[in-house]
T-cell receptor, first 115, second 117 residues
Framework: NAGVTQTPKFRVLKTGQSMTLLCAQD?????MYWYRQDPGMGLRLIHY???????AKGEVPDGYNVSRLKKQNFLLGLESAAPSQTSVYFC??????????????FGNGTRLTVT | AQKITQTQPGMFVQEKEAVTLDCTYD???????LFWYKQPSSGEMIFLIY??????QNATEGRYSLNFQKARKSANLVISASQLGDSAMYFC??????????????FGQGTILTVHP
């Protein structure tokens, strides 16, 4: 049972570098999300997708881009990393965005440091 | 906009005792769902329990129960018979109805629980 898999687990970037975080789920979920976790701020939504080929902005989208070319994959890109993007990034998915009791299933997170 | 508030940055409890983690929420919607997640030091997010706004009974899952007080807009997590493995960060989260919500969860700031032997 792989569930939601994130790669890489850790990454250090220099300011201005770019990178892509990959999220893959094997549960045939329609809805996928990218959150970032910062101390004292809980988890904040960056972008989300309600199906293959669709994406939308969340609460803190600036500096990030996403793509959902395949249903099972949701990519998060940083085009020009900044120290403010140092954070732990979580991908999540859910079977139904319209069913209240459908929990989000999370990956194990990616710890990103931008120096 | 909806908001979740967890006012306890840290909580301590003795092993085998019960502990309550507070969560208050703010929304004008009548329909919503409330979730609790556990994040151990290893970092993963583990779903614990769910309460729907129209559920008449408080949710329970093993040693976890939810003290849901709709009029006060609170959804406190109660952990009975605490174990050392319960030491973790706990997050309260809310989901609003379908449509523009698209299943998104809004999270509180989290509470770090430490269980002492």
């Amino acid at each position: 049972n792989a569930g939601v898999t994130q790669t890489p687990k850790f990454r250090v970037l220099k300011t201005g570098q770019s990178m892509t975080l990959l999220c893959a789920q094997d549960m045939n979920h329609e809805y996928m999300y990218w959150y970032r976790q910062d101390p004292g701020m809980g988890l904040r939504l960056i972008h989300y997708s309600v199906g293959e080929g669709t994406t939308a902005k969340g609460e803190v989208p600036d500096g990030y881009n996403v793509s959902r070319l395949k249903k099972q994959n949701f990519l998060l890109g940083l085009e020009s990393a900044a120290p403010s993007q140092t954070s732990v990034y979580f991908c999540a998915s859910t079977r139904s965005g319209r069913q209240f009791n459908s929990p989000l299933h999370f990956g194990n997170g990616t710890r990103l440091t931008v120096t | 906009a909806q908001k979740i508030t967890q006012t306890q940055p840290g909580m301590f409890v003795q092993e085998k005792e019960a502990v309550t983690l507070d969560c208050t929420y703010d929304t004008s919607d009548q329909s919503y769902g409330l979730f609790w997640y556990k994040q151990p030091s290893s970092g993963e997010m583990i779903f614990l329990i769910y309460q729907g706004s129209y559920d008449e009974q408080n949710a329970t899952e093993g040693r976890y129960s939810l003290n849901f007080q709709k009029a006060r807009k609170s959804a406190n997590l109660v952990i009975s018979a605490s174990q050392l493995g319960d030491s973790a960060m706990y997050f309260c989260a809310m989901r609003l109805p379908g449509g523009t919500s698209y299943g998104k969860l809004t999270f509180g700031q989290g509470t770090i629980l430490t269980v002492h032997p």
